[in-house]
């Protein structure tokens, strides 16, 4: 079971250098502006937000992926791309 939040993340808006990540009841984030930096914070904001969506729609496609479809396979039999997703999907998640 991952241990974030469930979002839906939003970007709220700049107040006092930071933006704020937020889902319906609660703030999940602030990213910090640094002066000038504004633009880059926007998009580490929208990286943040999206970054459930991208999580799932990754699941999917190993899923989906015709090498085995289950995460659980032993990994030297799944292809490349599965391998290297799977990585990235630890990298997200962490285990309770
Ligand atoms: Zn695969």
Do not use: H, N, W, Y
Not at 2 to 13: D, I, L, Q
Not at 32 to 53: H, I, M, N, W
């Amino acid at each position: 079971m991952s241990a974030r939040t469930p979002g839906p993340f939003t970007v709220g808006e700049m107040v006092r250098q930071t933006i704020r990540v937020e889902e319906p009841e609660r703030t999940a984030a602030l990213v910090l502006v640094e002066p000038g930096r504004v633009r880059q914070a926007e998009a580490t904001a929208a990286l943040f937000a999206a970054a459930p969506d991208l999580l799932a729609r990754l699941k999917v496609r190993v899923k989906d992926c015709p090498c085995c479809g289950d995460p659980d396979f032993p990994t030297e039999l799944m292809c490349d791309e599965c391998r290297t997703d799977l990585a990235v999907i630890a990298k997200a998640e962490v285990r309770a």
